[in-house]
C-alpha cells in the first residue's frame, strides 16, 4: 500500500476520531455527567437547634472511584442539592436520581426521616435545609471527608411528592437556597402553595399529565400559580405520579397508569430538573436551551410554561387615583440589547393585574447581561428604562417602572397619587401625543364608540370627553417617546 494512500486513511481517521469527540462532548442533560465515578455513603446529621434531632441520610458524590463509602474526588467544588422523599416511600428508590446529579457534579444528601404514616412536614423541610447549612460546614472542617470540595455559595433542593412540597417550604424556611425543583409537589400542611409565593429563589415544577395523587390542575399548576418569576412548569405527556422513581413504590398502587415507560419519564425528568440546576447553581448557559430555549420548544413529549421576568407599569389613564388599582390590560414588553444600535433580544406580552404587575417570557435572554426594556401599549407612550441598562438577575429578576422617576429612560413618568406612570395619549403609536391622536379621538367620541379601542385611552371602554382631555393635556404638554 502506498504512501499517499497510508496517509488518506490516517487522516480519514482522524476525522472519524474527531466526530465522535464532539458527538461525545455534546452530552444532553438526560445523559450521565462528566464525572467518571460516583461515590455513596449513609450520614447522620445533627441539628442542635432541634434537640439535637438525627437526620439519618443517604449521600451521593463525585468520586475517585465507583461504590459505598469511596473517596471523594478532589480538585473542584460542587454543589449540594438534598432531597425530599415521597410519602411513605423510601429514599432507596431514587437512587438512580442521585447518581445521575454526582455524576454531573453535585453533592445529592437524600433524609430518610418522615417515612411513616405521620409525618411532619415542618420537620421534613427543615431536615432538608439544614442539611445543606450542614455540609459547608462540614466544608471547613479539615477532618471531615467533604472538605473543601462544597461550593458554599449556592445550595438547591428538590423532591418528588410530599418531598416535592417539602422542598417548596424549605426553600421559604431558608432564603439562602439558590434553586427549588419539586416531582409532583404535593401540597403540605403548613401550604407548600402559599409558601411558593414567599420564595426569592427560581423555581420548578414537574408534573405528569396523568397524576391521579398530586395532578397538574389542582397541585402543581397552583404552586406555579402562586410563584414568582423565574418560574417554569413541565407536564409530562403521558406520565403520572409514581413513574418519578424507578423502582415501583406504595403511589404506584393507587395512580393512574401511565402511556409512556418509567424509563421515558426518568429521562424527561433528569433533563428538566439537570438543566435547571446547572442553570442557576452553575451559572451554566449552555443548559438554557434544554429548559427553555431552542431545544425545549423544540420537545413535543411535554407541555411546558415559564415566566423568567416580572415587571411592574401603571398606565396613566387606565390607573385610578382612588382605588390605587389600574384596569388590566395587555402590555407588549421588549428586551433590547445594551450598546447601540439596541436591538431586539425579545419579545413578550402579559394581560397585567390591576396593581400593574406583568409576568413575561424571553427564551434569549442571559443572566448577569444588561439590557434595556421598553414598554410598548395600544395608546401609550413608548418608554424604555434607566440610562444605563439593567443587568438581568437570576434570582426574581424584576423591574419596577413605578417606583421612582428615573426608571425610565429621560425620567419620562407622570406621578398619580404617589406612583409613577407611563404617559398616555398615544393613539396612533407614532410616539407623540398630538392633534392626530386628538382627531382619531375626537372622530370615535363623536361617532359614541365602545369597545377595546386604540382610542380609548382611559380603559373604560367607551370613548369620550374624557380620553379628549387626557391627549389634550399631553398634547399641551409635548408628551413624547425619550429613548437612547
Known amino acids: 500500500m502506498s504512501t499517499r494512500i497510508l496517509t488518506a486513511i490516517f487522516f480519514v481517521i482522524l476525522h472519524l476520531l474527531s466526530v465522535t469527540s464532539n458527538i461525545n462532548s455534546q452530552t444532553v442533560p438526560s445523559d450521565p455527567g462528566y464525572i467518571q465515578f460516583v461515590g455513596n455513603r449513609s450520614i447522620t446529621f445533627v441539628d442542635p437547634s432541634r434537640a439535637n434531632r438525627n437526620i439519618s441520610c443517604l449521600v451521593y458524590y463525585p468520586a ?27 429514599p432507596n428508590l431514587y437512587v438512580s436520581l442521585y447518581r445521575h446529579f454526582a455524576s454531573w457534579g453535585y453533592v445529592v444528601i437524600a433524609p430518610s426521616t418522615e417515612t411513616g404514616f405521620s409525618p411532619n412536614h415542618t420537620n421534613f423541610a427543615l ?29 438547591g433542593v428538590f423532591g418528588h411528592s ?33 409558601a411558593a409565593n414567599s420564595i426569592k429563589a427560581p423555581q420548578l415544577y414537574l408534573s ?23 418560574k417554569q412548569i413541565v407536564n409530562i405527556k403521558g406520565g403520572n405520579h409514581s413513574y418519578f422513581h424507578l423502582i415501583a413504590g406504595l403511589d404506584d398502587l393507587v ?22 440546576f446547572n442553570i442557576f447553581l452553575k451559572n451554566d448557559t449552555n443548559s438554557r436551551t434544554f429548559l427553555y430555549g431552542s431545544n425545549a420548544n423544540a420537545d413535543t413529549t411535554v407541555i411546558r410554561s415559564y415566566k423568567n421576568f416580572a415587571v411592574r407599569t401603571l398606565l396613566q389613564g387606565f390607573f385610578n387615583e ?21 436591538s431586539i433580544a425579545g419579545i413578550s406580552k402579559s394581560f397585567v393585574r390591576t396593581d400593574g404587575y406583568g409576568e413575561y417570557s424571553f427564551d ?25 441598562g439593567t443587568t438581568l438577575s437570576r434570582k426574581r429578576p424584576f ?7 428615573s426608571n425610565a429612560f429621560g425620567n419620562n413618568l407622570i406621578l398619580k397619587a404617589g406612583r409613577y406612570c407611563i404617559y398616555g395619549g398615544d393613539v396612533n403609536s407614532d410616539g407623540i401625543a398630538d392633534a392626530l391622536d386628538q382627531a382619531l379621538t375626537d372622530n370615535d367620541a363623536f361617532n359614541i364608540a365602545t369597545g377595546y379601542l386604540a382610542t380609548d385611552v382611559n380603559g373604560d371602554g367607551v370613548v369620550d370627553a374624557a380620553d379628549l382631555a387626557l391627549i389634550d393635556n399631553n398634547a399641551f404638554n409635548f408628551v413624547q417617546k425619550i429613548v437612547p
Not at 432564603?175 to 400542611?189: C, E, F, G, R
Open 322 to 342: 382612588s382605588t390605587q388599582q389600574m384596569t388590566r390590560d395587555t402590555v407588549t414588553m421588549i428586551a433590547r440589547h445594551f450598546q447601540s444600535p439596541y
Open 64 to 90: 475517585s472511584s465507583e461504590g459505598a463509602n469511596a473517596p471523594v474526588l478532589q480538585g473542584s467544588t460542587y454543589p449540594s442539592l438534598s432531597f425530599g422523599h415521597g410519602f411513605t416511600l423510601n
Open 399 to 405: 423591574y419596577d417602572f413605578t417606583a421612582t422617576i
Open 162 to 194: 410530599m418531598g416535592g412540597g417539602c422542598s417548596v417550604l424549605a426553600g421559604s424556611f431558608d432564603t439562602s437556597i439558590t434553586a427549588v425543583a419539586s416531582l409532583a409537589a404535593a401540597n403540605t400542611n403548613p401550604s407548600s402553595i402559599t
Open 255 to 276: 395512580d393512574n397508569s401511565a402511556t409512556i415507560t418509567r424509563a421515558e419519564q426518568q429521562r424527561l425528568t433528569r433533563r428538566y430538573v439537570t438543566s435547571f
Open 364 to 388: 434569549m435572554l442571559l443572566p448577569n447581561t444588561k439590557y434595556y426594556y421598553q414598554i410598548a401599549h395600544r395608546n401609550s407612550i413608548e418608554t424604555w428604562s434607566a440610562a444605563g
Open 127 to 155: 431536615d432538608l435545609a439544614f442539611v445543606l447549612k450542614d455540609m459547608k460546614r462540614r466544608n471547613t472542617l479539615a477532618s471531615d471527608i467533604f472538605f473543601g470540595v462544597i461550593d458554599t455559595t449556592v445550595t
Open 208 to 230: 405528569g399529565q396523568r397524576d391521579s395523587i398530586a395532578s397538574y390542575w389542582t397541585q402543581q399548576l397552583p404552586h406555579y400559580n402562586n410563584s414568582f418569576p423565574f
